[in-house]
């Protein structure tokens, strides 16, 4: 890893406000996020916690009139929110793409896969068609598809679940961007079939040398595949770290709370599982301290009066909670 | 409430020892056409096999849990037990009474058996209030008015939700975990002996799904109830389980007590399952996929062991002969060529004398 080399992706004070509901709503609320070239961070979180919301502020995938980006968004040296159309056309794609959870809605249903592969890589690079499907073919074999040839004049719904994320995976790699975003990729998948994909993944992330950012609602995935986590609850990153220091010594009592209340292999027959009360908070109606307070077993006073600063707890392992204290989490 | 679960227990039949639910040979195919002709008149050609022979006991008061990927039948079995979709062959015996005869007729039987769906949303009727909602069943089965919203009131606030904030609401004034109790306080209403949870925590986020966990803990206790809970997950599984079937396209593949099946899995299938499970230690990540490929399409599934394409101990004799669920001691049976003596597997012990 080149260590002089500056982050690929620099988030600053990310804001992403909602506009057109009844009330406006702030999803994501001053994430700060850095990714180095080759390195993959893991965004955990609950529906409504902003992790989407923050890979598609990347992309500039919100819709333009309703979600108001605020805050500052570099990715390879793009200042993303000043891209325009047609910048923004070339940078996806070319330095940036993304993988979503239901590839039977990112692909298209009436192109073969081998021709929208080509198409991709014809627009962004003017290579020729016959170029572009070798292209394609290389890639469906990189993504071990069996029987690749056959397989690029296939249509989506031709394919199983886990073949059509392995065919959006090749897709997103159309055009050799330096970032992937993965968005839930292995959620929908079956459990022999998501680890398939999760190492496929971590291989060609390794081969590639591909920044990568992988939002999840499931621990044991991102343990599986992230060298960093950043747990988000309520628009906030509440807690980042190496993986190991955030799964070993979680600070922040959310994150406690994830990794106690899992249902794991741990747990001795009859005993209850140790939930986190209550239910995530309204982003139209956000607390004005910490988002977390109302369902926390050790909130004080001085929770609920302004938002936790981060606070380091270890080497690059930080948490907005005021239990850490001079670098560890007070008892 | 006590005089709820008196109740529940008055209509035993058969004794603690007879099985609340007995399944034999339940079969299912969907679409297809029937062949005109030949040999196979009659035989549907093309059609998903989705349960193609399923037998299992659930004993009274256990949870039975099933497990499996997509398309392996066990939603399909929750729906033929529940009488949603007619079974192709096959019966259901529910305390000793065949259901759908005369001894047991579908009113009276889907008072004793109740489902949670997996969409809390879906399975809700949306002009409805969650009162009406929770007593709705008891008033259709001949409840007065009055007496059956005293009763959803009680169920609501059993639940874990306060009746005065949210009888009156309805279901897109809930979240998604608020829906799942409302569900599952409906699915009670009819004081059921049985409650099939059919991925009832699988779309709920992670802090709430521990919530609605202990909560059915807690509502099998009290009510003294049965449990078949169906999961794609099997850290929670094995959380509410006493007992687990394991399920592969259409056939049964292993079941047993919950804890001998995941420390001592016989099954390649259930083996190959477990060490899907993402590691929860970064420093001991999977470094190798121990299936490759999805699952084969159930319309035609493969000859023999249906497991056998993707089987890495597979033997020529799997493709061609399919496995028994044999016996193998302590209620553990294994449907596996490799637990049969003399199957001809290479690994199969010896016919005994």
């Known amino acids: 890893m080149s260590g002089a080399s500056g982050p690929i992706v620099d988030v600053e004070n990310l804001t992403v406000d909602f506009h057109g509901g009844p009330k406006p709503l702030r999803a994501v609320a001053g994430v700060d996020l850095t990714l180095r070239p080759g390195e993959v961070l893991a965004l955990l979180g609950e529906s409504g916690s902003g992790k989407s919301v923050t890979l598609r502020a990347l992309m500039r995938l919100l819709p333009e009139r309703r979600a108001v980006i605020g805050g500052k968004v570099v990715v390879d040296g793009n200042d993303v929110r000043a891209l325009s159309k047609r910048d923004l056309t070339a940078y996806r794609g070319r330095t940036i793409a993304m993988i979503f959870q239901e590839p039977g809605l990112a692909l298209d249903p009436v192109y073969r896969l081998g021709d929208q592969i080509a198409e991709a890589v014809m627009r962004h690079e003017g290579v020729s068609r016959s170029a572009a499907r070798d292209r394609a073919l290389m890639l469906f074999e990189r993504v071990r598809i069996p029987s690749a040839a056959r397989r690029l004049d296939n249509y989506a719904h031709e394919m199983s679940g886990g073949m059509r994320q392995r065919a959006m995976i090749a897709l997103a790699l159309a055009c050799r961007p330096k970032v992937l975003l993965a968005d839930e990729p292995t959620t929908a998948l079956d459990a022999t079939v998501q680890i398939q994909v999760l190492l496929l993944l971590r291989e060609l992330q390794r081969e590639l040398g591909l920044a990568v950012i992988f939002v999840t609602h499931d621990i044991g995935v991102a343990t599986e595949i992230a060298d960093r986590i950043a747990v988000m609850y309520a628009g906030r990153i509440v807690e980042t770290g190496q993986c190991r220091d955030v799964i070993r010594t979680p600070a922040h009592p959310y994150t406690v709370g994830l990794l106690a209340s899992r249902a794991g292999s741990t747990l001795a027959k009859g005993e209850r599982l140790a939930a986190i009360p209550g239910a995530p908070p309204d982003l139209a109606n956000l607390p004005a301290g910490c988002a977390f307070a109302p369902r926390c077993e050790r909130a004080q006073a001085v929770c609920e009066s302004a938002v936790p600063a981060e606070v380091a707890v270890g080497d690059g392992h930080r948490a907005r909670c005021v239990l850490v204290q001079g670098g560890e989490v007070v008892a | 409430m006590d005089q709820l679960r008196t109740d529940i227990a008055s209509r035993d039949r058969g004794g603690p020892a007879q099985p609340l639910l007995a399944v034999r040979d339940l079969v299912k195919h969907f ?93 809700l009727n949306p002009r409805l209030t969650v009162e009406d909602t929770v007593a709705f069943g008891p008033r259709v089965h001949g409840l007065a008015r009055r007496a059956a919203i005293a009763r959803a009131h009680d169920l609501i606030s059993r639940v874990g939700l306060d009746p005065a904030r949210f009888a009156a609401r309805y279901p897109h004034e809930l979240s998604g975990g608020q829906r799942q109790r409302v569900n599952i306080a409906r699915a009670l209403a009819l004081q059921p002996r049985l409650l099939i949870l ?97 699952p084969p399409n159930p319309i035609d599934p493969p000859s023999g062991c249906r497991f056998h394409t993707r089987c890495k101990l597979a033997a020529p004799v799997c493709a061609a002969t399919a496995p028994p669920l044999a016996d193998i001691g302590a209620a553990h049976r294994v449907a596996c060529l490799m637990a049969t003596p003399g199957s001809g597997h290479p690994q199969a012990a010896p016919e005994a004398a």
């Open chain 2, 198 to 294: 059919d991925e009832a925590v699988s779309a709920l986020d992670k802090s709430i799904e521990a919530q609605v966990l202990n909560l059915l803990v807690d509502l099998k206790a009290a009510f003294g109830l049965t449990y078949m809970f169906i999961s794609h997950d099997l850290n929670v599984v094995r959380f509410m389980s006493d007992r687990v079937m394991v399920m592969y396209l259409g056939k049964v593949a292993e079941v047993g007590a919950c804890d001998v099946i995941l420390r001592d899995p016989r099954h390649p299938y259930t083996a190959a399952l477990l060490a899907s499970m993402p590691s929860m230690d970064p420093d001991r990540r999977t470094t190798e996929a121990p299936l490759f490929g999805d």
């Open chain 2, 31 to 123: 679409g297809g056409r029937r062949a005109w002709g030949g040999a196979k008149a009659g035989a549907r050609r093309g059609a998903v096999r989705a349960v193609d022979g399923v037998s299992f006991d659930v004993a009274k008061g256990e949870t039975l849990g099933i497990v499996g990927e997509s398309g392996c039948g066990k939603s399909t079995v929750a729906r033929l037990i529940m009488q949603i979709i007619a079974a192709d062959a096959g019966e259901v015996v529910f305390d000793g009474e065949a259901v759908g005869t005369r001894a047991l007729d579908l009113t009276t039987y889907r008072r004793e058996v109740q489902m949670v769906f997996q969409d809390s949303y879906a399975s």
